[in-house]
């Protein structure tokens, strides 16, 4: 954990690892930046406190990754491979994709389907090598009584079920669509038509009519969309290529190239993604844009309480201010008569 932190935020290991420590033993922030110093080899409290968050983080992390691993053990579907990658996933996103296909779930398409006995005929339509009829390899699979499986039509229909929730529930695909949701995706804001009247309306009337792409799209922008939204003012899309993201599925579906079934795939394909991968894809990018978003507001805010802070306290004089102590000396700032900070030194008075 140490290493992972040292290197996502390019700390000295020495450093991290006594920040660590002293705050496993319940030290706030202020304290080990005022007075551990010979530990911490002079981290200031703006590095202590993202060691501290970062370390809360992944804290999160290993109790969930304990959970999960217990529950897919307890489920009898803990292969070394999958402990493998769930025990190699850093970040929350990627553990809960490598979950999904384990978590309790609500009854879905593919559940019916699975319980009517159409997983082994999807196994069948994609590693059949003959190009036989799909339709004639789901005839046995048939049950005029049941429903669901009363043609040899619905039951490929029910097979689809299943493979588009594959799809849904696999962690690569997922890593891929957030990245190219995020990369490409463009954000699209319009005025509701039931509100264009409202008074609040005007506040947002920059994004009446908006697109814009996510990924430039500056935070003050992003934040002001989500209030919109939030406030009924605003409908908001992430719209991305459909077509080409469909087409990007069916090359990751492992079908036997003389499979028949090929040509169906397309259209399970496009069910998975509007039905189960696009919704929630969309809504986790949005998130990750909205964090980013508040990150840069923090700092905005920050930049201007500096400015407000470093305002010369005395009007247009140089000003020394001086933090006296003994075993680590009197600490010495000086502005300038614009507020503008010039230097610091330490001196130990006799």
């Known amino acids: 954990m140490v290493d992972r932190i040292c290197k996502e935020l390019s700390l000295p290991r020495a450093g991290v690892a006594a920040v660590t420590a002293l705050i496993n033993e319940g030290n706030t922030v202020p304290f080990i930046a005022r007075y551990r110093k010979e530990a911490t080899g002079s981290l200031d409290e703006v590095a202590i406190r ?118 849904a529930e696999d962690a690569d695909v997922r890593s891929w669509l957030r990245q190219v949701f995020l990369d490409t995706g463009v954000l699209h804001a319009e005025l509701r038509e039931e509100r264009k009247e409202a008074p609040e309306a005007l506040r947002f009337k920059p994004y009446w009519q908006f ?61 998975a993604f509007d039905r189960l991968l696009a919704p929630t894809i969309e809504t986790d990018v949005r998130v990750e844009a909205k964090k980013k978003a508040d990150l840069e507001a923090i700092k905005v805010f920050q930049t201007n309480l500096d400015h407000l802070l470093l305002a010369p306290p005395a009007g247009q004089f140089c000003t020394l201010g001086v933090d006296p102590g003994i075993r680590t000396g009197c600490k010495l700032a000086i502005i300038n008569r614009l507020g503008q900070f010039m230097d610091t030194a330490t001196i130990y008075p006799l």
């Open 211 to 271: 697109q814009e792409p996510l990924r430039k799209m500056p935070g003050h922008r992003v934040l002001a969309v989500r209030r919109g939204e939030k406030e009924e003012i605003l409908t908001v899309k992430l719209a991305v290529d459909r077509e080409t993201l469909v087409t990007g599925l069916v090359s990751k579906v492992n079908v036997n190239p003389a499979s028949a079934y090929r040509i169906l795939l397309h259209d399970v394909c496009g069910d």
């Open 50 to 167: 993202a060691v501290e968050e970062r370390l809360a983080y992944f804290k999160e992390l290993l109790d969930r990754r304990e959970t999960v691993l217990k529950t897919i053990d307890k489920q009898g579907r803990l292969t070394p491979e999958l402990k493998g990658r769930i025990e190699a996933a850093w970040s929350k996103t990627e553990l809960e994709d490598l979950y999904l296909p384990y978590k309790p779930k609500k009854r879905t398409k593919a559940t019916d389907a699975r319980e009517r006995g159409l997983e082994p005929l999807l196994d069948a339509l994609l590693t059949d090598a003959d190009g036989a009829d799909p339709l004639m390899l789901a005839s046995p699979f048939v049950k005029e009584d049941q429903e669901g499986t009363e043609t040899p039509s619905k039951c490929v229909e029910g097979a689809g079920h299943i493979l588009a929730e594959r799809l």
